[in-house]
């Protein structure tokens, strides 16, 4: 008798949970979403490779100071930068999406391979392990950037597009 009270119990629970994730999906604001006729979607940019010289950036710290180096940039349009980390990682390239153009949000994320985040780079863990952006295609200006893991300790960089 146990046995049939707990299938009986579960059972239900698994029909409410059920019930639950269909009311979610037929909630108002769903409703209305699904009734505004969606706005354009962005145009796709593709991937521009590098055309340019490819800069070198370490990656490195020492259980206090956390750093690239070179920290400070100047490229030529078309130019790609190889991160290469060095030591006490996990070391990565990130960019606040908030503070870049629309034009250079779209082409850094086109460019950027292997994003775990918007606009955040492949996650480098072991020593020689190499990062690759392309620069191609994004517009001039200068772009802050920084290491996710290690931002709390100042691991920032900048790279400026001539």
């Known amino acids: 008798m146990r046995f049939l009270g707990l299938a009986v119990v579960t059972s239900a629970a698994l029909v409410l949970a059920a019930c639950g994730d269909k009311k979610a999906e037929t909630t108002p604001a769903a409703e209305t979403a699904a009734a505004t006729p969606a706005m354009a979607a962005p145009a796709t940019v593709a991937m521009a490779p590098i055309t340019g010289k490819t800069w070198e950036v370490k990656m490195m710290g020492d259980g206090t100071t956390y750093k690239y180096e070179p920290a400070e940039l100047t490229i030529a349009p078309g130019d790609g930068i190889k991160f290469i980390m060095v030591s006490n990682g996990p070391h990565n390239v990130a960019f606040d ?66």
């Open 97 to 162: 999406p908030a503070t870049l153009p629309e034009a250079a949000k779209a082409q850094l994320m086109a460019n950027m391979t292997e994003q775990v985040m918007e606009l955040s780079g492949k996650t480098l863990t072991m020593p020689n392990e190499e990062y690759v952006l392309s620069f191609a295609g994004v517009p001039a200006g200068t772009y802050d950037y920084f290491c996710t893991p290690h931002i709390a300790m100042n691991m920032r960089g900048k790279v400026t597009i001539k």
